[in-house]
């Protein structure tokens, strides 16, 4: 692949974040929150996908990704380890909100993840940007 097709796939990747996070608070407004949660987690997980464009990797997996992420960005030192926290916080919130029957999370952890996850699309997007 092309450094052009690469670029092209990212910044898709990173729309498609985008996109995520802004129903991530359109679902807040709206009370949703389990789907608000959600969509918090995919705007981090499509990030993840922008930057591993580059790199010619995706998988079907979310672990995959998760792994791939960590090991080429975070464990080298390119992205700061607090991202790392995020994406675990916001995964086990996702699962357990799509899995559990009896989950709840209030507004005040769904404000807290999509703090986070407008944090982690802010530092992906730097990234991006300046390479």
């Known amino acids: 692949m092309q450094d052009r097709e690469k670029r092209a796939l990212s910044d898709t990747r990173l729309e498609h974040a985008e996109e995520c996070l802004s ?4 679902l807040l407004a709206s009370e949703n ?3 608000a949660a959600n969509r918090s987690y995919y705007a981090i997980f499509h990030a993840m996908r922008a930057v591993l464009a580059f790199d010619e ?3 079907k997996h979310h672990s995959g990704i998760i792994s791939e992420f960590r090991r080429l960005y975070i464990k080298t030192g390119i992205f700061e380890t607090k991202l790392s926290e995020i994406i675990s916080l916001l995964f086990d919130i996702r699962t357990e909100s799509d899995y559990d029957d009896f989950f709840v999370i209030s507004k005040e952890e769904v404000v807290e ?3 986070n996850a407008a944090y982690f699309l802010t ?8 390479r």
Request: charged share 25%.
């Open 23 to 26: 129903a991530a608070k359109s």
């Open 123 to 130: 530092v992906i997007r730097n990234h991006l940007h300046n």
């Open 33 to 35: 929150y389990k789907s």
């Open 113 to 115: 993840q999509i703090e």
């Open 57 to 59: 990797i995706d998988m």
